[in-house]
């Protein structure tokens, strides 16, 4: 149950309309037609324990939404120039599937089909060994990125055996090139690394010159020394019914949801609103 509205979009119903809103906790609100792509913005409002308010930019029309809302289907009435309706909503984006990075806390949290993970380096949170950064075409979840504050965004993977994999796939496309030159492209000097320090620790590892060929060398061998270069350390591992989990976490964990919440994991959550 919301309490508030965090990021979300609603398929919304009323009469024979279907449109799309998109909410944004900053209390903004837009919509758009599917079909006959007219749109429109306003403002959201939650003006007490039980209700809702939508106002609409240039329009007469507003909502009304019951509160506290349900992912799965909340209610309220909508009304337009044409009369009264009542109103049916559903969340698209409120349960998360595996690769997805929620937020709480100011804390980041990368949801994994076995477990949930935060902290650490971007090699184990995103189960990335070779920190990655475009790993679609090499096995990570599609679309699925983790965004860090210096070094930007990774590629989360499902799992660390398939990470691993996916540095052998960016070796081999590499082709031709020497150690030397497959670590500027690996670990440029534009991302704050130092490709020629990398490549004379890879080549001691293999006991070859850094200016071996790829393609002379064991890439299964050379994909284990670049993971033990990238700096592993572990954060924190928590199940989907481990109660240290935000519960703005936890609850959008997986249709419909773990369990409900506590009163009082209600009142200490940011999901509670308190300045109705």
């Known amino acids: 149950m919301l309490y508030t509205m965090p990021n979300l979009t609603w398929k919304v119903y009323v009469h024979k309309w279907v449109w799309i809103y998109s909410f944004r906790q900053s209390g903004t609100v837009s919509w758009i037609d599917p079909i006959s792509k007219a749109s429109g913005s306003g403002t959201w409002k939650i003006v007490s324990?039980?209700?809702?308010?939508?106002?609409?930019?240039?329009s007469k029309s507003r909502d009304e939404w019951n509160v506290p809302m349900s992912p799965g289907g909340t209610g309220g009435f909508c009304y337009l120039e044409e009369g009264t309706y009542d109103l049916r909503a559903e969340a698209q984006d409120y349960y998360v599937g595996p690769g997805t990075v929620l937020v709480a806390g100011g804390k980041k949290y990368v949801v994994y089909p076995d477990e949930v993970r935060s902290g650490g380096t971007v090699a184990w949170v995103c189960r990335n060994p070779g920190a990655i950064r475009d790993g679609d075409k090499y096995g990570a979840y599609p679309g699925k990125k983790y965004q860090t504050q210096q070094a930007g965004e990774f590629a989360i993977f499902p799992t660390e055996a398939i990470g691993l994999s996916a540095v052998v796939s960016v070796?081999?496309?590499?082709?031709?090139?020497?150690?030397?030159?497959?670590?500027?492209?690996?670990?440029?000097?534009?991302?704050?690394n130092n490709p020629d320090k990398y490549a004379k620790i890879?080549?001691?590892?293999?006991?070859?010159?850094?200016?071996?060929?790829?393609?002379?060398?064991?890439?299964?061998?050379?994909?284990?020394l670049i993971t033990g270069v990238e700096t592993t350390t572990r954060g924190e591992v928590y199940s989907y019914y481990d109660d240290r989990l935000p519960i703005e976490v936890r609850l959008r964990l997986s249709k419909p949801g773990p369990y409900p919440p506590t009163e009082e994991?209600?009142?200490?959550?940011?999901?509670?609103?308190?300045?109705?």
């Open 49 to 58: 324990p039980g209700k809702m308010i939508i106002h609409w930019i240039n």
């Open 171 to 192: 070796l081999t496309a590499y082709g031709n090139v020497t150690l030397n030159q497959a670590m500027h492209k690996y670990a440029p000097i534009k991302d704050g």
């Open 202 to 224: 890879l080549a001691g590892g293999l006991g070859v010159a850094d200016t071996a060929y790829l393609k002379t060398l064991d890439l299964n061998r050379l994909a284990e």
């Open 265 to 276: 994991e209600l009142r200490n959550s940011s999901l509670l609103k308190s300045d109705w």
